[in-house]
């Protein structure tokens, strides 16, 4: 008897443990919203098709969302009043696709109100504008967020990494996160997609230590391409590809460019420098499904960095503010 109390209480703290190890779940509105994938993934088609840079947008949102005050849609907050909300700070750096969020909000609203966070439906539009062209999900996403009720401008700082970041730095700010030195180096072949403006390395290419001068550690050759790109100050208008030639097509393409010392900030670089890190490096760039199956472990993680789950926080009625009348 004595025993079975023991085992019991045993198991009670065991599933105590796993139930806060696990707080998101794969089947979370399976009773109260089973149509919320289907949703998010229709309404995608139908922007990507016009917007092929969409995976690459929402993508770089969700890991904004998540490193700043963990994944609560706190990036989707417009400003109020007089505290600026995290989308106006300076390193948005040309943040879009808030649009697709509030379609999809609008559109799940009107089949399950009040149920699905806007937390979720980033997590699920960014997999989804990514997946599109493959037809098929290229990573499964747990769910069960809650929305926060804040979002400040001044807490950028400290938590999204600097493109200049070293090695060491951002190692500290991804383990602060909860992320090792795999998930920085298999997360940042995000940079596989997308574009950038030539002030998040401009630097590299003038004036790396304030004598005139280009890093060293920058080919070349593709810094006098990049110069002709980028004059030195140049329009925050003007774009390039982080990954030239193959920028909307997610692939492992980016460690390629790293290889031949082509990435483009200072942060991409920094992967090379550490035995480790370059090790993980070359793995990846030698095989695509390698980074497939790396890159959906290390989204799981990301994608559940300081979540509010149970009671805290809200589900949002419109991503864009706090419901009212709460404080
Ligand atoms: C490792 C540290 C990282 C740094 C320092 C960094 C920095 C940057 C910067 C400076 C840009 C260009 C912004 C501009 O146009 O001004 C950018 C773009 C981008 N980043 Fe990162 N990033 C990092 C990690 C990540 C991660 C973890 C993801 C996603 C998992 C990501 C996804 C993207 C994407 C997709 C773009 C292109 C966005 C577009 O074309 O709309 N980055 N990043
Ligand atoms: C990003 O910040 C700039 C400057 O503060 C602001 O003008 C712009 O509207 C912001 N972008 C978004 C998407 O909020
Ligand atoms: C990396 O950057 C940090 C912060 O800027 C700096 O304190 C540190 O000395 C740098 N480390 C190396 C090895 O350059
Ligand atoms: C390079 O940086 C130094 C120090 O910040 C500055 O005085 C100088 O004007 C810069 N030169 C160029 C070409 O940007």
Not at 131 to 138: A, G, L, R, V
């Amino acid at each position: 008897m004595k025993m079975r109390a023991g085992y019991s209480i045993f198991l009670l703290v065991l599933s105590l443990t796993v139930c806060n190890a696990g707080k998101l779940s794969n089947t979370f509105y399976k009773n109260t919203c089973p149509q919320v994938e289907k949703i998010v993934r229709e309404i995608i088609q139908i922007h990507t098709r016009n917007n092929p840079s969409l995976g690459a947008q929402l993508i770089r949102m969700q890991f904004h969302d998540c490193f700043v005050r963990g994944c609560d849609a706190s990036v989707l907050l417009d400003t109020v009043s007089n505290s600026k909300a995290e989308k106006e700070a300076i390193p948005n750096q040309s943040l879009g696709g808030f649009d697709v969020i509030d379609d999809i909000k609008a559109a799940i609203e009107r089949v399950c109100p009040k149920v699905v966070s806007c937390a979720d439906i980033l997590a699920l539009a960014a997999r989804d504008a990514i997946s599109s062209p493959f037809k098929k999900s290229m990573w499964s996403v747990q769910l069960g967020r809650r929305d926060g009720r804040v979002s400040l401008a001044t807490e950028i700082s400290g938590n999204l990494p600097s493109p200049f970041a070293n090695f060491t730095s951002l190692v500290q700010l991804f383990k602060g996160k909860g992320l090792n030195v795999n998930d920085l180096v298999v997360l940042s072949g995000a940079h596989t997609l997308g574009d950038s403006r030539c002030g998040a390395f401009s630097r590299r290419l003038y004036n790396f230590t304030s004598k005139g001068d280009a890093d060293p550690s920058l080919d070349p050759t593709y810094a006098k391409i990049l110069r002709k790109k980028c004059p030195n100050p140049a329009s925050p208008a003007i774009t390039v590809e982080m990954d030239p030639g193959s920028s909307l097509s997610f692939d492992n393409h980016y460690y390629d460019i790293l290889l031949q010392r082509k990435g483009l900030f200072v942060s991409d670089a920094a992967l090379l420098t550490d035995k480790n890190s370059n090790k993980i490096v070359t793995r990846l760039q030698r095989s695509r499904s390698l980074f497939f199956t790396a890159f959906a472990k290390s989204m799981k993680k990301m994608a559940a960095i300081g979540v509010l789950t149970g009671n805290a926080g809200e589900i949002r009625q419109n991503c864009r503010v706090v419901n009212p009348g709460k404080n």
